[in-house]
């Protein structure tokens, strides 16, 4: 089992930052994915950004320029540093762990971002 602990929602205005930070535990891989996703009301949840291991980050279009994702191999710890925000990124986020070789995945309790307009 892998636990997952996201920190770092908030309100925020419209063009405002925010830094989500989530900490993996338990039992961890060296080789893995960590990334966020994220569920607005009443939409199907979607990729916002991940990034391997080896440190390759991956992005969705829409926040692709905005948003950077990094991570503390020491801390087991990947952030999502979000800039220039906007309504439409109000959503809950939800942090993911997936570990290898078997591939099995794990979820984040998910925290409330909401960039008021």
């Known amino acids: 089992q892998v636990q997952l602990v996201e920190s770092g929602g908030g309100l925020v205005q419209d063009g405002g930052s925010l830094r989500l930070s989530c900490a993996a535990s338990?039992?961890?891989?060296?080789?893995?994915?960590m990334g966020w996703y994220r569920q607005a009301l009443g939409k199907q949840r979607e990729l916002v950004a991940t990034?391997?291991?080896?440190?390759?980050?991956n992005y969705a279009d829409s926040v692709k320029g905005r948003f950077t994702i990094s991570g503390d191999n020491a801390k087991k710890t990947v952030y999502l540093q979000m800039s220039s925000l906007i309504p439409d990124d109000t959503a809950i986020y939800y942090c993911k762990y997936t570990r290898y070789p078997w591939g099995d995945s794990y979820w984040g309790q998910g925290t409330q971002v909401t960039v008021s307009s």
């Open positions: 338990g039992s961890i891989t060296s080789r893995n994915t």
């Open positions: 990034m391997t291991s080896g440190g390759s980050p």
